[in-house]
């Protein structure tokens, strides 16, 4: 009804940029645009403002909770600070609406800092996350692991509650090889993450065009992204995200066969923004 539309009208909700001026209070690199930013509100607005108000509208507690994955708190990174993107997401949601964010960070030592630094009961290590309805309406629960390990991906998918995210995100360490397993493991395996309708969302494609630090925490020891002007392969030959992108398109176009095929089950939309994708669920 009317009142319920009202209450879940966010001013974020308007237009991308109106997004964007949402985005650049918080120490994140999302929508900072130039040489070293990003312009992610175009992205987020288009999948997140819909997804959030049909949230709204939801009947029982379950219905109206939005549940976010994402991988990178944002420690060792050279610009910001560690929990920007947190910031961003607890910022989204009407009154009406409950977020469980769950944040997965490689660096194990700063995810516990960052927790030790907040407000009591304001996040939380996924050791001592009890999930139920007596938690916060804004729910921050972060794991720690490699996502490059497909046994700390299951282990952190199982911590999380064992149920597809609404919207799982990855801005972890931009490493080429990183992006593609942690994909494959998160929409080509049972249980899928990602629920029907939903989103995944892989930051920072550049990495296959591209050569920087990866973001493994320490950067001093970290390896290189190793993208190349090509962007089809690594420096070591290997496939970068955006070539397998490239080859999961092509399934849709049904190239070489008699009809499209589904590159994985529900993704029938691949979309390619200013330096991220985004493959949805429906």
């Known amino acids: 009804n009317a009142t319920i539309m009202s209450t879940c009208t966010m001013s974020w909700m308007e237009s991308a940029r109106a997004l964007g001026h949402l985005m650049r209070r918080f120490p994140s690199d999302k929508a900072?645009?130039?040489?070293?930013?990003?312009?992610?509100?175009?992205?987020?607005?288009?999948?997140?403002?819909?997804?959030?108000?049909?949230?709204?509208?939801?009947?029982?507690?379950?219905?109206?909770?939005?549940?976010?994955?994402?991988?990178?708190?944002?420690?060792?990174?050279?610009?910001?600070?560690?929990?920007?993107?947190?910031?961003?997401?607890?910022?989204?949601?009407?009154?009406?609406?409950?977020?469980?964010?769950?944040?997965?960070?490689?660096?194990?030592?700063?995810?516990?800092?960052?927790?030790?630094?907040?407000?009591?009961?304001?996040?939380?290590?996924?050791?001592?996350?009890?999930?139920?309805?007596d938690r916060p309406r804004l729910d921050v629960v972060i794991h720690t692991g490699d996502q490059n390990s497909t046994t700390d991906l299951t282990r952190v998918y199982v911590e999380s509650g064992g149920r597809p995210f609404d919207a799982v995100i990855d801005d972890g360490s931009h490493l080429n090889a990183h992006q593609i397993r942690t994909l494959e493991h998160a929409l080509a395996h049972s249980p899928q993450w990602v629920a029907q309708p939903g989103v995944y969302i892989v930051e920072d494609i550049q990495s296959a065009c591209r050569t920087w630090r990866a973001n493994e925490g320490d950067r001093q020891r970290s390896r290189y992204v190793d993208g190349t002007p090509g962007c089809m392969l690594t420096r070591s030959g290997q496939p970068t995200i955006y070539s397998r992108l490239v080859e999961w398109q092509i399934l849709l176009l049904g190239a070489g066969a008699k009809a499209a095929r589904l590159p994985f089950p529900g993704v029938h939309h691949i979309a390619i923004f200013e330096q991220a994708a985004a493959l949805e669920v429906t």
């Not at 959030?52 to 708190?73: A, H, M, N, P, Y």
């Not at 964010?101 to 660096?107: I, S």
């Open 32 to 133: 900072t645009g130039g040489g070293a930013g990003h312009n992610y509100q175009h992205m987020y607005h288009r999948y997140l403002a819909p997804l959030v108000r049909r949230k709204c509208r939801g009947e029982s507690d379950e219905q109206r909770t939005l549940r976010i994955f994402e991988i990178g708190l944002g420690c060792g990174v050279s610009w910001g600070a560690a929990g920007g993107s947190v910031a961003i997401w607890k910022a989204l949601p009407p009154p009406r609406v409950r977020l469980e964010l769950h944040v997965m960070e490689y660096d194990a030592a700063c995810a516990r800092r960052w927790v030790s630094a907040q407000a009591t009961g304001s996040a939380v290590m996924a050791v001592d996350w009890r999930p139920g309805p």
